[in-house]
């Protein structure tokens, strides 16, 4: 079965800059696109960035795009989110997520998920 | 703001059934598949039901999905208290280009 583990997260002041972590396991990662999904304190869910299997294309939210950037790496099964330029609403959970397809077909939903790693912005 | 509609809160006594709204448009649930993720307390999403009403393996079928136009439902019968969790839908919005989720319901199982 898959398995996410998500790393990196902790307290950073605002205008900082911190790298997350996605480790995963149980499937072929190198087929699969994979997103960032963030949740605030007490709020629903937030979609935050989605990558293509091979890396090759990369979409990001609104509210994100020009600070964070993700990426990954299929030789060590891994996947990444550098955030930059942090802000205080960035005060999140970050959940990296297995999206269902790959290649030509359309993701239509996340099948796995990680524990998630705590990002704090705060002075 | 979230992009899809759900109620806050839903409660129902063990054993009973409850269903869960999520509303949208178009652009999301209209023209594209709904997920649900059921988050239980202090844990990460899992996936309850996706494509609108396939459950992954391990999901009991006391957990369905429908949907009907702009609106999809997840429905719980035989409650249990382990069934106490936050509820969440969610799908591909296809105007916004971005995935998008309802706020979450919290279902109390009294």
């Known amino acids: 079965e898959a398995q996410l583990v998500e790393s990196g997260g902790g307290l950073v002041q605002p205008g900082g800059s911190l790298r997350l972590s996605c480790a995963a396991s149980?499937?072929?990662?190198?087929?699969?696109?994979m997103s960032w999904v963030r949740q605030a304190p007490g709020k629903g869910l937030e979609w935050v960035s989605a990558?293509?299997?091979?890396?090759?294309?990369?979409y990001y939210a609104d509210s994100v795009r020009g600070r964070f950037t993700i990426s990954r790496d299929n030789s060590k099964n891994t996947l990444y989110l550098e955030l930059n330029s942090l802000r205080a609403e960035d005060t999140a959970v970050y959940y990296c997520?297995?999206?269902?397809?790959?290649?030509?077909?359309?993701?239509?939903?996340?099948?796995?998920w990680g524990q998630g790693t705590l990002v704090t912005v705060s002075s | 703001q979230s992009v899809l509609t759900q109620p806050p809160s839903v409660s129902a006594a063990p054993g009973q059934k409850v269903t869960i709204s999520c509303s949208g448009s178009s652009s999301n649930i209209g023209n594209n598949y709904v997920s649900w993720y059921q988050q239980l307390p202090g844990t990460a999403p899992k996936l309850l039901i996706y494509d609108n009403n396939k459950r992954p393996s391990g999901i009991p079928d006391r957990f369905s999905g429908s949907k009907s136009g702009t609106s999809a439902t997840l429905g719980i019968t035989g409650l249990q208290t382990g069934d106490e969790a936050d509820y969440c839908c969610?799908?591909?919005?296809?105007?916004?280009?971005?995935?998008?989720f309802g706020a979450g319901t919290k279902l109390t199982v009294l």
């Open positions: 990558i293509s299997e091979s890396g090759g294309r990369t």
């Open positions: 149980g499937f072929t990662f190198s087929g699969y696109a």
């Open positions: 997520a297995k999206e269902n397809c790959g290649g030509d077909c359309q993701s239509t939903t996340f099948d796995y």
């Open positions: 969610g799908t591909w919005d296809s105007s916004l280009s971005t995935w998008v």
